[in-house]
């Protein structure tokens, strides 16, 4: 009996401390795809409007691909003005322009405004615009952490249709693949942006534009998801993506970014390692044309450490017969991060070195 008791008190445990937390699940990791901080980050929960990346990427693609263009005039139906939510003043019979759709989409998030385009692009069938949202992820490797099923988010309410649903990984993935999208991120980046001709203007929903570094990408709300963002931003040359899904309030999501974000910024550094151009070391040659010659990194290399990190670079020469021609590998180099090997490569000389025989001595 006393197991049984303790057993539903660790039940009961759970459940409250789920439901007392500020969020579901979150990530932050960089754009080179290393994660550093993460929380129930493979579990699937609702996507609602960050679904609008997936639409505005297979936008973008249609338009790269000369399906489309941003000066297109997208003529809006009945079924378009159907779709409720978040939205922008349309009417039946409007042309409205793809680029405009787009501003719509990405900043106010419009629902009928990313209905519109893929209805557009699907010419005039939704469901293949959902093929491609899918075949993208397939295209991407994230079909097992994303599930996409609407081009808006919205939940089965008012859809009919299964809820788009993701991982915090699944959607931290899709914006690396975002920020390929030059476009898309430049706009996402503005607070605020104008459509029909500048006669109406719609404000970012993404309110912490500007702190922290902050410069996107994504937010997105409805009562089943709760509220959701994924997060780009720049601090002294470290670029960052922070994805929450099942944040409790608008005020609780943006605070807990934030402060994570700044956290981060303040435990954490970008690391110059190595720069191919800049001398690594320096030889003195025996029996050769040259008494001296400089040793250079065969790349760049940096990387995002922690502060008070052990860093340590191991170089080791090959034994050598002349001549020795301009861009030849004298020797290999090891970065260790904290004991761990984290990158390696070639050492070479940027001049030519002649003589019979010789070797390489360290200074």
Do not use: C
Not at 9 to 37: C, H, P, T, V
Not at 178 to 191: E, F, H, T, V
């Amino acid at each position: 009996m006393k197991k049984i008791i303790i057993f539903f008190l660790m039940i009961f445990n759970l459940i409250y401390a789920e439901e007392n937390k500020n969020y579901r699940s979150y990530l932050l990791g960089d754009q080179l795809g290393e994660i550093y901080i993460k929380e129930n980050e493979r579990k699937l929960y609702p996507l609602a409007s960050v679904t609008k990346i997936m639409t505005l990427l297979v936008t973008y693609d249609a338009i790269e691909n000369n399906e489309i263009t941003p000066k297109d005039k997208v003529v809006i139906d009945k079924e378009i003005l159907k779709i409720n939510g978040s939205k922008i003043w349309m009417y039946e019979g409007q042309r409205i322009t793809v680029e405009d759709l787009i501003k719509a989409t990405a900043i106010h998030s419009a629902n009928n405004a990313a209905y519109a385009l893929a209805k557009y692009i699907g010419k005039g069938n939704v469901d293949i615009f959902i093929k491609r949202m899918k075949n993208k992820s397939i295209e991407l490797g994230i079909e097992e952490e994303v599930e996409f099923f609407t081009p808006t988010g919205l939940p089965t309410s008012m859809t009919g249709k299964p809820m788009d649903k993701g991982s915090a990984l699944g959607i931290y993935k899709l914006s690396l693949e975002a920020l390929k999208y030059d476009s898309l991120i430049k706009l996402a980046s503005q607070k605020e942006v104008s459509i029909y001709n500048g006669k109406q203007n719609l404000k970012n929903r993404n309110k912490i534009i500007g702190k922290e570094g902050v410069y996107g990408l994504k937010t997105g709300h409805h009562s089943k998801a709760g509220y959701n963002m994924s997060v780009l931003s720049e601090n002294s040359g470290m670029d960052i993506v922070y994805v929450i899904l099942g944040g409790k309030n608008e005020e609780e999501r943006d605070y807990k970014i934030l402060k994570d974000i700044r956290k981060f910024y303040n435990e954490y550094k970008k690391e110059i390692f190595l720069n191919e151009n800049i001398v690594l070391d320096n030889l003195k040659i025996e029996n050769g044309n040259k008494n001296n010659i400089d040793v250079y990194p065969e790349k760049s290399f940096s990387k995002i450490v922690k502060n008070g990190s052990q860093i340590k670079i191991l170089l080791k020469y090959y034994p050598i017969s002349f001549p020795i021609y301009k861009n030849s590998e004298v020797g290999h180099y090891k970065i260790l991060l904290n004991n761990s090997i984290i990158d390696e490569g070639e050492l070479l000389i940027k001049e030519k070195v002649i003589e019979n025989k010789g070797k390489f001595k360290k200074m």
